[in-house]
């Protein structure tokens, strides 16, 4: 019996290493997928963003929840970014064009997200919609990018 | 009209208690991301939920006896642990997803960061399991969580194209930027959200606390074929709403400040705090299922002194369970592991395990011995035999899907 738990404790422990870990690209296909996914991911949480900002300037969503969906979505683009940047791109001179190009949109998201939030927080209506239109074309850049290399 | 009154409160609490986290992220997760083209999976999980705690709750009101206290009578002490420890482990996952779940919707109201809820809460748990009568729990609960019905009310009021919709149901397509595996592994993931195995349990021993004989079948039969299938709707609906907001919007579901985003977008400030509202009910009522049904599985398997119904010091046992496996579930959610990643890792888990809990309680609903004239008919058995094939195929294709998927990336 202590084999069995021994056993099924391994592979428990295998199940949850192998489906969260990020895998070096030994390719340069590989790794513009992995740049198309950290674009749609990242572009997700740009988009709730933005969506949560027009919903609380139309009085349909509370100052609190607002609040929270910004500092979540900022977390989650920093640990997509973080991700992005662990990985090992290959040797080659259209992966480093690849991470430069994304790497300039995901910098820009961060900064943005971490501007919406201190904005939010200080309840600056007009620098909201300023940051709104800055972050609303590094959306449609990311979304470009996803479209160019999917 | 007692009765009566009875059956309409127990419906309303099947609908207000069906929802739990695992239902809010995955079906609000695949609505942004697969449209309705998943629905059938809810619908699939929805039928085998009603079928299975029909005849558990059917073995519980005939026999007066828990459902692990019975299968390991039927099928001997070592079939019975090998399906404590699959439950109990999958139902301490759920119930720790359920716990970082009211926490999360805590901070949507307050903006207060959701560990520093949790201590707090794993005590208000605590004190509610050990002092407040099983009725009133189960319903005030079953009733707040109604409030979830805000997200139908949403669907209605995004004007959405009705045949559309059903058309996506009916005729379900893949969306192209999808891979076929994610499409199945989202697919098995709707299925163990629908037929989580605490309902299970949850509904059976509920059973016994409450003293139901062969007189309360009717009741119990009504109660799960309306308020069942009126809670999955409202689980449709959840995938609905984020399907006409989300997926526009390419956002796809990973917090729960995104599953409410589409009630803020259809219906407004006030119709987001009753949202607010239903996730804390839903996912608090939920935290006492999976909390109490830990202490039923085992203390039924090992034959100790269970339930409410007998005052806690006469169940010491049952309680010091309870509170430990509370004190691991608040551990694992202080670990910082994102509980929106946990509930979605127990779902999948909830589908592996799915065979060891509804196997048994197929076959003792289905023995003469135990169920007397009680047993199942014919359609019952083709039909939970027919699901018990579905269950072991998706059971045995959740993990393989997990790792090629990435957990469904």
Same mark, same amino acid.
């Given at each position: 019996?202590?084999?069995?738990?021994?056993?099924?404790?391994?592979?428990?422990?295998?199940?949850?290493?192998?489906?969260?870990?990020?895998?070096?690209?030994?390719?340069?296909?590989?790794?513009?997928?992995?740049? $198309?996914?950290?674009?749609?991911?990242?572009?997700?949480?740009? +988009?709730?963003?933005?969506?949560?900002? +027009?919903?609380?300037?139309?009085? =349909?969503?509370? +100052?609190?929840?607002?609040?929270? $969906?910004?500092?979540?979505?900022?977390?989650?683009?920093?640990?997509? +970014?973080?991700?992005?940047?662990?990985?090992?791109?290959?040797?080659?001179?259209?992966?480093?064009?690849?991470?430069?190009?994304?790497?300039?949109?995901?910098?820009?998201?961060?900064?943005?997200?971490?501007?919406?939030?201190?904005?939010?927080?200080?309840?600056?209506? =007009?620098?909201?919609?300023?940051? $709104?239109?800055?972050?609303?074309?590094?959306?449609?850049?990311?979304?470009?990018?996803?479209?160019?290399?999917? | 009209?007692?009765?009566?009154?009875?059956?309409?409160?127990?419906?309303?609490?099947?609908?207000?208690?069906?929802?739990?986290?695992? *239902?809010?992220?995955?079906?609000?997760?695949?609505?942004?991301?697969?449209?309705?083209?998943?629905? &059938?999976?809810?619908?699939?999980?929805?039928?085998?939920? !009603?079928?299975?705690?029909?005849? @558990?709750?059917?073995?519980?009101?005939?026999?007066?006896?828990?459902?692990?206290?019975?299968?390991?009578?039927?099928?001997?002490?070592?079939?019975?642990?090998?399906?404590?420890?699959?439950?109990?482990?999958?139902?301490?996952?759920?119930?720790?997803?359920?716990?970082?779940?009211?926490?999360? @919707?805590?901070?949507?109201?307050?903006?207060?960061?959701?560990?520093?809820?949790?201590?707090?809460?794993?005590?208000?748990?605590?004190?509610?399991?050990?002092?407040?009568?099983?009725?009133?729990?189960?319903?005030?609960?079953?009733?707040?969580?109604?409030?979830?019905?805000?997200?139908?009310?949403?669907? &209605?009021?995004?004007?959405?194209? &009705?045949?559309?919709?059903?058309?996506?149901?009916?005729?379900?397509?893949? #969306?192209?930027?999808?891979?076929?595996?994610?499409?199945?592994?989202?697919?098995?993931?709707?299925?163990?959200?629908?037929?989580?195995?605490?309902?299970?349990?949850?509904?059976?021993?509920?059973?016994?606390?409450?003293?139901?004989?062969?007189?309360?079948?009717?009741?119990?039969?009504?109660?799960?074929?309306?308020?069942?299938?009126?809670?999955?709707?409202?689980?449709?609906?959840?995938?609905?709403?984020?399907?006409?907001?989300?997926? #526009?919007?390419?956002?796809?579901?990973?917090?729960?400040?995104?599953?409410?985003?589409?009630?803020?977008?259809?219906?407004?400030?006030?119709?987001?705090?009753?949202?607010?509202?239903?996730?804390?009910?839903?996912?608090?009522?939920?935290?006492?299922?999976?909390?109490?049904? !830990?202490?039923?599985?085992?203390?039924?398997?090992?034959?100790?002194?269970?339930?409410?119904?007998?005052?806690?010091? *006469?169940?010491?046992?049952?309680?010091?369970?309870?509170?430990?496996?509370?004190?691991?579930?608040?551990?694992?959610?202080?670990?910082?592991?994102?509980?929106?990643?946990?509930?979605?890792?127990?779902?999948?888990?909830?589908?592996?395990?799915?065979?060891?809990?509804?196997?048994?309680?197929?076959?003792?609903?289905? *023995?003469?011995?135990?169920?007397? *004239?009680?047993?199942?008919?014919?359609? !019952?058995?083709?039909?939970? @035999?027919?699901?018990?094939?579905?269950?072991?195929?998706? @059971?045995?294709?959740?993990? #393989?899907?997990?790792?090629?998927?990435?957990?469904?990336?």
């Amino acid at each position: 019996m202590t084999r069995v738990f021994r056993v099924a404790f391994a592979g428990l422990v295998f199940v949850f290493a192998l489906s969260g870990c990020v895998g070096p690209a030994r390719t340069t296909h590989t790794y513009e997928s992995k740049a $198309v996914r950290t674009a749609n991911d990242s572009l997700s949480e740009l +988009q709730t963003a933005l969506l949560s900002v +027009q919903m609380t300037r139309r009085g =349909r969503m509370m +100052q609190v929840y607002l609040e929270t $969906v910004l500092s979540e979505s900022e977390d989650a683009f920093s640990s997509i +970014q973080n991700t992005f940047d662990s990985i090992q791109p290959p040797d080659t001179g259209r992966a480093d064009q690849l991470r430069a190009g994304l790497d300039t949109l995901l910098s820009d998201g961060a900064d943005g997200l971490a501007q919406l939030r201190i904005l939010a927080r200080r309840q600056d209506t =007009r620098g909201l919609a300023a940051e $709104v239109h800055k972050l609303t074309a590094t959306a449609a850049a990311l979304d470009k990018f996803a479209q160019e290399h999917g | 009209m007692k009765r009566l009154l009875g059956v309409a409160l127990g419906i309303l609490t099947a609908i207000g208690g069906f929802v739990d986290i695992g *239902d809010l992220v995955t079906n609000a997760l695949v609505g942004s991301r697969f449209g309705l083209s998943l629905a &059938w999976a809810t619908l699939v999980g929805l039928v085998g939920i !009603c079928l299975y705690a029909e005849m @558990s709750g059917r073995v519980a009101a005939v026999t007066s006896r828990g459902t692990f206290d019975l299968v390991r009578e039927r099928l001997g002490p070592r079939a019975g642990l090998a399906n404590l420890i699959a439950s109990f482990l999958v139902t301490a996952l759920t119930f720790t997803a359920e716990i970082g779940g009211i926490a999360l @919707s805590l901070e949507l109201a307050t903006s207060v960061n959701y560990l520093l809820w949790v201590p707090m809460l794993g005590l208000a748990v605590w004190l509610l399991i050990w002092r407040v009568k099983f009725s009133i729990m189960e319903n005030v609960f079953g009733l707040l969580g109604l409030t979830l019905l805000v997200f139908g009310v949403a669907l &209605w009021q995004l004007h959405p194209q &009705w045949g559309d919709l059903l058309h996506q149901i009916a005729v379900p397509h893949k #969306p192209t930027n999808e891979g076929t595996p994610v499409y199945f592994y989202y697919a098995i993931a709707l299925f163990g959200a629908a037929m989580t195995p605490y309902e299970v349990f949850f509904f059976s021993s509920g059973g016994v606390e409450e003293k139901w004989t062969k007189k309360d079948i009717i009741t119990e039969r009504i109660n799960v074929y309306l308020g069942f299938p009126l809670g999955g709707l409202l689980s449709v609906s959840i995938a609905a709403v984020a399907a006409i907001v989300l997926l #526009p919007n390419n956002i796809s579901v990973n917090t729960l400040g995104q599953v409410g985003l589409p009630i803020a977008v259809a219906s407004g400030k006030l119709a987001l705090a009753v949202a607010i509202l239903g996730f804390v009910a839903a996912t608090f009522g939920a935290a006492l299922e999976t909390g109490l049904s !830990c202490g039923y599985s085992v203390a039924q398997y090992f034959g100790w002194q269970w339930g409410k119904f007998v005052r806690p010091r *006469d169940a010491g046992r049952f309680h010091l369970l309870v509170l430990l496996t509370l004190i691991l579930a608040v551990g694992g959610v202080l670990t910082t592991i994102n509980p929106i990643t946990i509930t979605e890792y127990s779902v999948v888990f909830s589908a592996v395990a799915l065979p060891l809990t509804y196997f048994p309680i197929l076959v003792i609903a289905n *023995d003469p011995d135990y169920m007397g *004239d009680k047993a199942n008919g014919r359609i !019952c058995n083709f039909l939970g @035999s027919i699901y018990l094939v579905i269950i072991v195929v998706a @059971s045995a294709a959740a993990i #393989p899907l997990m790792f090629w998927t990435k957990a469904g990336q």
